[in-house]
């Protein structure tokens, strides 16, 4: 078999990826160990919030992160009315707008500052009173002060988004090909030639795409040790249908994420360097006591699901996007760490972009962690 492009990994970011370049008439094969969708991506809580990631990153870096997440969020409202109309599913795209809480002064006094930072990006952030906070979401602990509101964020259901693009790349001919492992990279002198698999077969590849999440590590091709690694997240989701929560509202511990039909995700553990899917007691009541100390009524709920993800995370919270300083056709896009779904529209356009000769941003190059 050949394919011009082969993408390895068919998470939110394989298969953005293999949506956008079918979309330009690539011819595009991607392959999937499990099953599509199913890896972090089906972890995540699907929130899109690039004003407050913002924190996560060092000062130099939060301006080109910010520029670069609002494209995508851009993306995503674009995406969303073309995926319904090409699959009929629709993928629970709500731009309700986020909250950020603020438990005292000093939390207070930071949504201030970050409040500054977006308005100089051209943002309109809006700090709230309680009083003004109890207008907009009723039902918040007492113990909140204020809040810092950003309209314009949201939230998408990140399963629905994945199956939602398995068909449309399915419709615009992608070759999906599951439950398959790539092993290995066949390489002639500075390029590949193609991809084999577990099961012995052989893709012969234009240009091979590393998506595959935690495991890009194990395609890394350039000096120095790959820069990926695995932050476990647990979540917990509510039937919370009745609790009347609007929007995605985050503190410095907890966050909360009401879905369409009724569930409340209830996120999440940062434990770095754990590689197993299994969830534990202990935090995930930590996670629920998160909740009801935002939310007083959640102690009503019902726990409906908990699980585990394995962010890919980089030195920088960053994403690797670029070609291969070593390997000419290969481009790596993987290590999105908690800003895979928000960040998986802008990636798409990235990679085609490189894809089709553009240099690497210094913002994601893969050499950026060099020395
Ligand atoms: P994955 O979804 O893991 O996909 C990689 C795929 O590659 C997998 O399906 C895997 O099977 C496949 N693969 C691996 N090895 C191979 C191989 N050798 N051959 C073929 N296929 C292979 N992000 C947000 O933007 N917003 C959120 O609110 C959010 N919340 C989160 C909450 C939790 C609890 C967690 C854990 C994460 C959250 N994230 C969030 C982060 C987000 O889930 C990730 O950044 C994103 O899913 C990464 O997508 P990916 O496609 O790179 O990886």
């Not at 969708?37 to 301006?63: V, W, Y």
């Not at 002064?105 to 949504?111: D, I, R, S, V």
């Not at 907009?136 to 007492?142: D, R, Y």
């Not at 690797?320 to 800003?339: C, E, F, K, P, T």
Request: charged share 20%.
């Amino acid at each position: 078999m050949h394919a011009d492009i082969v993408i390895i990994g068919g998470g939110l970011i394989g298969l953005a990826i293999a949506h956008r370049l079918a979309g330009d008439g690539a011819d595009v094969c991607l392959i999937e160990a499990g099953q599509p969708g199913a890896g972090t991506t089906s972890a995540a809580a699907g929130m899109l919030c690039p004003g407050f990631e913002l924190a996560h990153f060092a000062a130099e870096k939060q301006e080109s992160f910010h520029r670069f997440a609002m494209a995508s969020l851009a993306g995503w409202r674009e995406m969303a009315p073309a995926l319904a109309e090409a699959t009929g599913i629709h993928i629970d795209l709500r731009m309700s707008g986020a909250l950020g809480l603020a438990a005292n002064e000093k939390e207070l006094a930071g949504f201030s500052t970050l409040a500054g930072r977006l308005s100089d990006f051209g943002r309109r952030p809006v700090m709230l009173s309680r009083d003004e906070l109890d207008q907009l979401q009723p039902g918040l602990h007492e113990r909140f002060r204020g809040a810092l509101y950003l309209a314009d964020e949201g939230q998408v259901d990140p399963r629905l988004a994945a199956t939602s693009m398995v068909a449309a790349c399915e419709a615009m001919g992608v070759r999906i090909i599951g439950q398959t492992n790539v092993t290995g990279l066949d390489k002639e002198g500075d390029r590949v030639t193609a991809v084999t698999t577990g099961d012995g077969e052989r893709v012969a590849a234009g240009q091979v795409i590393a998506a595959a999440g935690l495991a890009s590590r194990n395609f890394w091709l350039e000096p120095g040790p790959a820069p990926f690694f695995s932050i476990k997240g647990q979540a917990l989701s509510l039937a919370a249908g009745a609790a009347g929560l609007a929007c995605v509202i985050r503190t410095s511990g907890t966050y909360l994420c009401p879905k369409a039909d009724g569930r409340l995700v209830v996120g999440a553990t940062e434990e770095r360097d754990i590689e197993t899917l299994t969830t534990d007691e202990d935090r995930l009541d930590s996670l629920y006591e998160g909740a009801a100390a935002i939310a007083p009524g959640l102690k009503e709920c019902a726990v409906t699901g908990a699980w585990a993800g394995l962010r890919p995370t980089t030195p920088d919270r960053l994403p690797v996007i670029g070609r291969s300083l070593r390997v000419r056709n290969l481009i790596y896009a993987g290590g999105h760490h908690r800003n895979g779904i928000l960040l998986a529209p802008a990636t798409a356009r990235l990679v085609a972009a490189i894809a089709g000769g553009a240099g690497n941003p210094a913002l994601t190059a893969p050499d950026r962690f060099a020395g």
